[in-house]
């Protein structure tokens, strides 16, 4: 981690779980860190954590003109990014069939279109530079397969499987269009299974999870790489995960 030292690295979805977490890690390896969420109150907490190498922005990935601020500010004030975590996501409970579209559209604004505003935002920033860079997005088992309810219930994940399938693709197309651009950065997608967090469905609350920090660990691995080693993609699971 000794190249991102002194570096900025911004975290999306900060304010708990992996996100905060993570940003605990990459401070104690000398990053700086740029914490953006919603929800501004979990922020301030993390910030009297963390101290000065912690900057929070309050941002909602979902709205442009948000993103457009946050990324302008750290221009501003940093000089731009070096790493960009896509961490935020939603996960809304219900059926697809008969939720509400408004619910439908917040999910798929937040895990497809969040990316895409953030991603584009920070590999301008790392392109204007000409700076090795790095783009991580938070993806799921269910962006590659999607496994069956647990028998006599409802499945709960609707659109959510969809969106991060979406992720898989968009990774290898960052990739692909990053290479032709002849830049320095890389993309990692990783794909955890269950994880213990907010987001987490009660009714799968009774199998196997990772905890945040092994997540973060995961992602702290693939920055930590050689510059010309790129992990395209990391699959995490729990010991005994049924799927």
Same mark, same amino acid.
């Given at each position: 981690?000794?190249?991102?030292?002194?570096?900025?690295?911004?975290?999306?979805?900060?304010?708990?779980? =992996?996100?905060?977490?993570?940003?605990?890690?990459? =401070?104690?390896?000398?990053?700086?860190?740029?914490?953006?969420?919603?929800?501004?109150?979990?922020?301030?907490?993390?910030?009297?954590?963390?101290?000065?190498?912690?900057?929070?922005?309050?941002?909602?990935?979902?709205?442009?003109?948000?993103?457009?601020?946050?990324?302008?500010?750290?221009?501003?004030?940093?000089?731009?990014?070096? =790493?960009?975590?896509?961490?935020?996501?939603?996960?809304?409970?219900?059926?697809?069939?008969?939720?509400?579209?408004?619910?439908?559209?917040?999910?798929?604004?937040?895990?497809?279109?969040?990316?895409?505003?953030?991603?584009?935002?920070? $590999?301008?920033?790392?392109?204007?530079?000409?700076?090795?860079?790095?783009?991580?997005?938070?993806?799921?088992?269910?962006?590659?397969?999607? $496994?069956?309810?647990?028998?006599?219930?409802?499945?709960?994940?609707?659109?959510?499987?969809?969106?991060?399938?979406?992720?898989?693709?968009?990774?290898?197309?960052?990739?692909?269009?990053?290479?032709?651009?002849?830049?320095?950065?890389?993309?990692?997608?990783?794909?955890?299974?269950?994880?213990?967090?907010?987001?987490?469905?009660?009714?799968?609350?009774?199998?196997?999870?990772?905890?945040?920090?092994?997540?973060?660990?995961? =992602?702290?691995?693939?920055?930590?790489?050689?510059?010309?080693?790129?992990?395209?993609?990391?699959?995490?699971?729990?010991?005994?995960?049924?799927?």
């Amino acid at each position: 981690m000794e190249r991102w030292h002194n570096r900025v690295a911004v975290v999306t979805g900060a304010s708990s779980g =992996i996100g905060a977490e993570l940003a605990r890690k990459l =401070i104690a390896a000398g990053v700086v860190v740029v914490a953006l969420a919603r929800r501004l109150e979990r922020l301030q907490q993390l910030s009297q954590e963390l101290g000065p190498q912690l900057h929070i922005r309050q941002c909602d990935v979902t709205d442009v003109d948000s993103v457009n601020a946050a990324f302008d500010w750290i221009e501003e004030r940093l000089g731009g990014a070096d =790493i960009l975590i896509n961490n935020a996501g939603k996960l809304s409970g219900g059926q697809l069939l008969t939720m509400s579209l408004d619910t439908v559209q917040q999910v798929l604004q937040t895990n497809i279109m969040g990316v895409v505003y953030c991603t584009q935002h920070a $590999f301008h920033s790392m392109r204007q530079r000409q700076a090795p860079g790095h783009v991580v997005l938070l993806n799921s088992v269910v962006g590659h397969y999607l $496994f069956n309810s647990l028998p006599g219930s409802q499945q709960e994940l609707n659109i959510y499987p969809a969106t991060k399938h979406a992720v898989t693709a968009l990774t290898e197309l960052f990739r692909q269009e990053m290479r032709e651009f002849k830049t320095q950065v890389k993309v990692t997608s990783i794909s955890p299974g269950l994880v213990d967090t907010e987001m987490v469905p009660e009714a799968y609350k009774c199998l196997p999870m990772l905890q945040a920090e092994d997540v973060a660990n995961a =992602i702290m691995y693939a920055l930590a790489t050689p510059p010309h080693v790129q992990v395209h993609e990391l699959t995490i699971k729990p010991l005994g995960e049924p799927f």
